[in-house]
Each structure stands twice: as structure tokens, then as C-alpha cells.
């Protein structure tokens, strides 16, 4: 009997350690013991001054003024760029939301996105789609929790994800009257673009790295000098007119960028 | 050894016996079976999974339970009240008036909201977003002196010497006793009840899902409503009546108010839970699902008819500096009016509408 029961117990401490070990294993391996943290900060502005919704007004082309009441815009297939040229997926989809940026206080925090276990290492740039995805595009919100960027912002008329979108109102006779409503929703698969952000960028395993980006919403309206959305001529558009659509995509490329 | 063993396990069993009996109380349910049967919570195609929380999963007899209690005036301080005055099946979880009545009559500030699929809103409850949860939301009727009006610890009270209820709370939570039962378990239960009413057999589903069809007049009206025809006018209805749910959950102006300033608002809505002075006179998007049932309209009631709401957007409604610019001014022909009512029509789900599973069960 006695011998039975050492061996039972010597089983047992066997059975112990082998559990030990492949535990030690396993967290040594985890994501995060050789990963960092990655915090994109996007802080709005209208030229110089900084974006807010609804709390202020901003002086337009042609004498006209602006309010806002919502802009956002998704980033999808973020990756970041090693010196060698290879690319490390970091972010499938990010929605950008300027919604709650409604003081001074606020746009000068800006909007952050929180990317964790991102491998540790030396990196030359951001690379990232603006909009959606053609491959996410084909998912809706059904395919989500609650929670998830892409949870929102669907036109199901249109099966496909809304990729910016900008809300306010405009003053056309520059006379403090701000009642011409602005909608401009913007998204199709060939609306999709996107841009490498250079930037020499260093993770640090169990770190959090800061980059900093500037978004202007002025550059998403005007061009370059004379060449803007005119608001006594559109006001609206929800991706039906593809000329204005392509204006606007093309204009957000430019007005994202690395500090 | 084995001698040894077994005078353990006796020792074992005749404490733990002795523990027990001085533990249980003359309302000890320990003898009722708790077995409960999990329920997968539902899922409409093309909205985001519905969010339970992990501490209260949806089971058939929590169910079972907060419907009763959903429908049971015992939560009520003169027993005369319950959810189901102010949410009727048959008006899809509404009660048909501008201002909901409660507790002796007592008349609230706003218009009862439709349950229809509440279990998918996860960006607030009430019209102004309060409550963040079914749970959190079901605090409050009880207590409210316009509503039912009963403080909360007689309300556990008259549950725990009650001759049925203990026996359900212990087949829906596995309480040990009656005294376990408790606010938290009751919001949980009728939280539980209210996330299996699911709206997705209207005319509409049925459309999108290949098994009917729109007729002519219903079409036109789709197509006006998501400003899908370059032909046709566009309401921009759907950009806060997003399908399948028709509604974004989000919060808004739609210019039902003229005023001044923001601070003018009658009833601050939004802003008068968060203090954001940009939110004043915004209100939850409510659902048009079975909007043809949930008569009058607007969070005041303030209009009658379906019409009467068309007209409202047509006018672009009254400026304010938070106004949605959404809501702008249409230019409607009488038919494309009555289109877009006999759209609104096919959101009338009378499966939702009829379902046993959701009547009042006394």
C-alpha cells in the first residue's frame, strides 16, 4: 500500500511540474511581454485654429463661415514599416471620431486610438488605408459587437460602410445666420485610399510610443486657392455626385498628417 | 485506511449538515431544483450582437420570471400599476398617449418609448440616455413617484413573503433563500424579458429576405425614405432611422421646439442628464419599427398622425444651433407623402406584435 501511494504521489509531483512548466512557457510567450503600446493622437484644427464641434465658427472661401457638428473618418489596414520594408499589421479598422470634441480643452487632447501588443522594434513610417477596406466593406454591423469600430456608420441601402462623414452648418452671406445644413457622407470601394506616414518610430516592449497627428478639416474643403467645396452650390451628398466624393477623399489624404 | 476515510467523510457530511440547518432560515428554497436553461440571446441580421452582460445571462426561467414581473402590479405602491400599463404588446410595448400615466393617475413629462428590440441599445436608455442598461433602466419606474411609486426595500418585502415568487427567483438565480431575494435580482429578470423582445417579422424583413414583396406605392416610399432614387425626392429619413433597427440610438435635435438659445429648451432632453450645454433639446432616436402602433409622436406626443410627422420634416423644422442637418426641408407631392406612410406601414411586425411568449401572463 504504501508503495502504491509513493508512486501515486511521486505521478502526481511528475504531473505537477509538467503543468509548471508548459505554464512558465506559455507566459513567457504571451503577446505583450515583447510588445508595446502605440497611441495615435489626432488633433483636429481649421487652419490654425483648433477644430471643435459646435463651439466654433470658422471663416470659409468666398465669405462664408462654418460650424460642425461631426466629422470622423476610418483607417483600416494600419501597419508600420521597418526600415528593410517590411510591414507588420497593427490595426485592422479605426474609426476617428471627432463627435465629442466640443471644447478647447478637448481639441487640444485630440482624439486617441490605443493600439496594443505591437511588436517591439525600430520602424520608418505608418502605413494605413483611409476608409474602409474593400474586405471589411463587405461586412456590416451584424458581423460586430456593440463595441467595434465598424458597429456604426453603415448605409445598408448602399451595403458598404459611410467613410467619412462631415455634419454642420454653413453661414452663406457671412450674416451670423448658420442655417444652411452641411451633410457630406462619403464612402465606396473606390473612394478608398491611402498614405504612408514616414516617421522614424521606436517600440518599446511593455512601453507606450505617442504619434502625433494634425488633421485639418479646412484642407478637406478647399484644395488649393479657388478650388473648394462651395456650399451655395452643394450642400449635401451622400456619395451620389462622385466628383464632389472624389474631391473630398482625395482631400483627406492631405489633410491627415504625422507631426 | 479506508476505516479512516469513511469516519471523515461522516464527520464531513454531519458538520456540514449541522452548518446548513442553522444557516437556513424558515424561507430556505435549498429543496427547489436549480437547474436553469441557458437561452442564446437573438440576433437580427445587420446589427451588431446583442450585448448581455456576463453576469446576467439570459436563461428561460429568468425569462419566465421578468415576465411575470413585468406584468405583475405588485412592484406598484397601491398595486394598481405595472411596466405593462405603459407598455402594451399591442401598441409595441407604448400605451397610445402623449404623456404617460401613472401611480394615482399621476401624469409623467414624457411619452412611454417602444420596447421593440431594446435589447440591441446599448448607447442609453429613456429618451435622454440615463440609464446605461436594462438593469440600470428598471431601477427607476419602481421607485418613481409618477410612475409606480414603491420605495424598493418593500417592493424586495412583498417578493420575499409572496407564495410563488420565491420559488421562481430560486429556479431563475439559484438564490438559498427567500430573504436572497433582492432589487438586483429583480431588475435582472425583467432586464432578461425585455432582451427577448425581438421585432424582425415585419413586412419589411420579410421583403429583405426574399419572401414578399413591396408593392408599388411601398416601394417608392423605401426608396424616398433611404434616398436611394435620383428620381425621386430624397427625406434623409434614414440617416437617423437607420434599418434594420430604424433607429442609430443616437441622440438629437429635430427641431419639434423654437427657441432662442439652447438653455430655452422646455425639456433640456440629452442635456438635461449630461449637463452639456450642446445637447439641450436632443432626444433618443426612437425606432420606427411598428411606427404605424406607437401613435402619438415625439417625445412629448405632441403630434397625432403620421402625417402630422411628415409635415414636421417637410417644414425642416425650427432652427437651433444643435438642429440635426439632417433634418432639412423637403419638397414633397401628396403621393410621395402617402408613399412613404405606406412604407413606414410595412414596419408593422404583428408576430412581434401577437406573440404569446410577450403577453401578460395573469
Not at chain 2, 438586483?184 to 429583405?208: C, E, G, N, P, W
Not at chain 2, 425614405?225 to 427625406?235: G, I, M, Q, V
Not at chain 2, 433597427?245 to 442635456?271: A, C, M, P, W
Not at chain 2, 438642429?323 to 412604407?343: C, G, H, T, Y
Request: proline share 4%; net charge neutral.
Amino acid at each position: 500500500m504504501k508503495k502504491k501511494l509513493t508512486i501515486l504521489f511521486a505521478l502526481s509531483g511528475l504531473v505537477f511540474l509538467f503543468a509548471t512548466c508548459n505554464r512558465t512557457e506559455t507566459d513567457c510567450c504571451t503577446p505583450g511581454d515583447d510588445t508595446g503600446t502605440l497611441e495615435l493622437r489626432f488633433k483636429g484644427v481649421f487652419d490654425d485654429a483648433p477644430l471643435m464641434m459646435y463651439a466654433a465658427s470658422y471663416p470659409y472661401e468666398a465669405g462664408m463661415s462654418l460650424r460642425l457638428q461631426l466629422f470622423l473618418f476610418y483607417l483600416s489596414d494600419m501597419n508600420l514599416v521597418e526600415k528593410n520594408g517590411k510591414s507588420i499589421k497593427i490595426k485592422d479598422i479605426e474609426v476617428v471620431n471627432f463627435a465629442n470634441i466640443q471644447s478647447e480643452v478637448a481639441a487640444n487632447e485630440g482624439v486617441t486610438i490605443r493600439i496594443n501588443n505591437v511588436p517591439a522594434g525600430k520602424y520608418s513610417a505608418l502605413k494605413t488605408g483611409i476608409g474602409v477596406s474593400s474586405e471589411l466593406n463587405k461586412t456590416n454591423p451584424g458581423n460586430y459587437s456593440a463595441k467595434h469600430p465598424l458597429s456604426d456608420n453603415y448605409w445598408s441601402a448602399a451595403m458598404g460602410y459611410i467613410f467619412t462623414k462631415m455634419e454642420g452648418n454653413a453661414d452663406l452671406d457671412n450674416n451670423g445666420s448658420f442655417e444652411t445644413k452641411l451633410t457630406f457622407h462619403i464612402g465606396a470601394n473606390s473612394l478608398y485610399r491611402s498614405k504612408s506616414f514616414d516617421k522614424e518610430l521606436v517600440i518599446n516592449a511593455k512601453e507606450t510610443t505617442q504619434l502625433d497627428f494634425v488633421v485639418d478639416l479646412r484642407k478637406l474643403l478647399v484644395a488649393s486657392e479657388g478650388n473648394f467645396l462651395d456650399f451655395r452650390k452643394t450642400s449635401i451628398d451622400h456619395t451620389t455626385n462622385m466628383e464632389i466624393a472624389s474631391f473630398i477623399m482625395n482631400n483627406l489624404v492631405n489633410a491627415i498628417e504625422v507631426k | 485506511m479506508i476505516r479512516v476515510l469513511l469516519a471523515i467523510v461522516c464527520w464531513f457530511l454531519f458538520t456540514w449538515s449541522i452548518i446548513q440547518c442553522h444557516r437556513a432560515p424558515s424561507g430556505s428554497l435549498s429543496h427547489i431544483a436549480y437547474k436553469p436553461t441557458f437561452v442564446a440571446p437573438a440576433h437580427i441580421n445587420g446589427v451588431p450582437h446583442m450585448d448581455v452582460p456576463s453576469d446576467n445571462p439570459l436563461t428561460a426561467e429568468g425569462i419566465a420570471l421578468g415576465r411575470m414581473l413585468f406584468y405583475d402590479p405588485i412592484l406598484s405602491a397601491d398595486s394598481t400599476v405595472f411596466c405593462g400599463n405603459c407598455h402594451q404588446q399591442q401598441r409595441a410595448f407604448t400605451d397610445g398617449k402623449a404623456l404617460s400615466t401613472g401611480f394615482a393617475g399621476r401624469k409623467g413629462v414624457r411619452s412611454a418609448m417602444s420596447l421593440a428590440n431594446i435589447g440591441f441599445h446599448h448607447q442609453g436608455l429613456f429618451w435622454d440616455g440615463r440609464s446605461p442598461t436594462l438593469e440600470a433602466q428598471a431601477v427607476h419606474p419602481v421607485q418613481d413617484s409618477v410612475e409606480m411609486n414603491l420605495n424598493w426595500q418593500l417592493a424586495e418585502q412583498r417578493l420575499q413573503r409572496h407564495p410563488v415568487y420565491p420559488a421562481w427567483f430560486r429556479r431563475a438565480f439559484g438564490i438559498q433563500d427567500s430573504k436572497d431575494i433582492t432589487q438586483h435580482l429583480v431588475v435582472k429578470a425583467l432586464a432578461q424579458f425585455q432582451r427577448t423582445l425581438i421585432s424582425r417579422d415585419a413586412k419589411y424583413d420579410q421583403v429583405r429576405r426574399g419572401e414578399a414583396q413591396f408593392t408599388e406605392a411601398e416601394a417608392r416610399g423605401y426608396a424616398i425614405f433611404f434616398d436611394t432614387s435620383s428620381e425621386l425626392p430624397h427625406s434623409e429619413c434614414g440617416h437617423c432611422h437607420l434599418d434594420p433597427l430604424f433607429t442609430t440610438l443616437e441622440y438629437h435635435n429635430n427641431g419639434i421646439q423654437q427657441v432662442n438659445n439652447l438653455n430655452d429648451f422646455s425639456d433640456k432632453g440629452r442635456g438635461g442628464f449630461n449637463g452639456n450645454y450642446y445637447d439641450n433639446g436632443k432626444f433618443k432616436v426612437p425606432t420606427l419599427r411598428n411606427i404605424a402602433r406607437t401613435a402619438p409622436y415625439m417625445h412629448d406626443g405632441r403630434f397625432k398622425t403620421l402625417p402630422e410627422v411628415l409635415d414636421h420634416y417637410i417644414s425642416g423644422g425650427h432652427f437651433a444651433d444643435n438642429l440635426s442637418p439632417n433634418v432639412r426641408q423637403l419638397r414633397f407631392s401628396e403621393r410621395d407623402k402617402q408613399d412613404l406612410i405606406a412604407f413606414l406601414h410595412t414596419l408593422t411586425d404583428s408576430i412581434f406584435l401577437n406573440n404569446p411568449a410577450f403577453a401578460n401572463p395573469f
